[in-house]
């Protein structure tokens, strides 16, 4: 089965910038919903961002709200994460998925295989 693609991560000061990538090669990209997770180390993966299937709605999480950015371009079969303002507890691997949302709160049932995930460390 298809896994999603990150890429984009990298090494960043705190108060950086980093765009990060979601390419998935299914033709059926543009019916999905498409949420980035994230994973610290030793902490469970948590949500980050989501986005509705033809990007009409966006979510986040309350820790990054107003520095990250979801998007979308189906006609490419990729989704975007804009990380402004970086802060140290930002440092994680991060993952995206596709899926169906659930809800009104943005949650994302992935509904492919987790990828490799990208790394981000934002140092202090």
């Known amino acids: 089965q298809v896994q999603p693609v990150e890429s984009g991560g990298g090494l960043v000061q705190a108060g950086g910038s980093l765009r990060l990538s979601c390419a998935a090669s299914?033709?059926?990209?543009?019916?999905?919903?498409v949420g980035w997770f994230r994973q610290a180390p030793g902490k469970e993966r948590e949500f980050v961002a989501s986005?509705?299937?033809?990007?009409?709605?966006?979510y986040a999480a309350d820790s990054v709200k107003g520095r990250f950015t979801i998007s979308r371009d189906n006609a490419k079969n990729t989704a975007y994460l804009q990380m402004n303002s970086l802060k140290p507890e930002d440092t994680a691997v991060y993952y995206c998925?596709?899926?169906?949302?659930?809800?009104?709160?943005?949650?994302?049932?992935?509904?492919?295989?987790w990828g490799q995930g990208t790394q981000v460390t934002v140092s202090s």
């Open positions: 998925n596709l899926g169906r949302m659930r809800g009104n709160d943005g949650t994302v049932l992935p509904g492919f295989p």
């Open positions: 986005i509705t299937w033809n990007g009409g709605s966006t």
């Open positions: 299914v033709r059926t990209f543009s019916i999905y919903a």
